[in-house]
């Protein structure tokens, strides 16, 4: 089983970044795709962003493609979030996921390991 914290959460202005990170406590790192998913109160939790093992795939929600990027460094266990750009309906509760595997995954059945959350603000 593999443990996730994410951190790098907060309140931002629109048109501000962030980058969230994410650790994970099990090597090998490498054998896990990973996913961030975001949760607005009131909503379903939904897809951000994905990425392979390798890192050399990579996938979107259609609304922050140019402004997210996901990345991984599988020598430090970790895996970032770059937020620019951010806009007020970008405001949730964001979370890192893991799954055994190369495939990417966008569905949250698809992902059985979960971080705790860090809640990003985005103020008009």
């Known amino acids: 089983q593999v443990q996730l914290v994410e951190s790098g959460g907060g309140l931002v202005q629109a048109g501000g970044s962030l980058r969230l990170s994410c650790a994970a406590s099990r090597r090998p790192f490498s054998s896990y795709a990973m996913g961030w998913f975001r949760q607005a109160p009131g909503k379903e939790r939904e897809f951000v962003a994905a990425?392979?093992?390798?890192?050399?795939?990579?996938y979107y929600l259609d609304s922050i493609k140019g402004r997210f990027t996901i990345s991984r460094d599988n020598a430090k266990n970790t895996v970032s979030l770059q937020m620019n750009s951010l806009k007020p309906e970008d405001t949730a509760v964001y979370y890192c996921?893991?799954?055994?595997?190369?495939?990417?995954?966008?569905?949250?059945?698809?992902?059985?390991?979960w971080g705790q959350g860090t809640q990003v603000t985005v103020s008009s």
């Open positions: 990425i392979s093992w390798s890192g050399g795939e990579t």
């Open positions: 996921a893991a799954k055994v595997g190369t495939v990417v995954a966008t569905k949250t059945t698809q992902y059985p390991y």
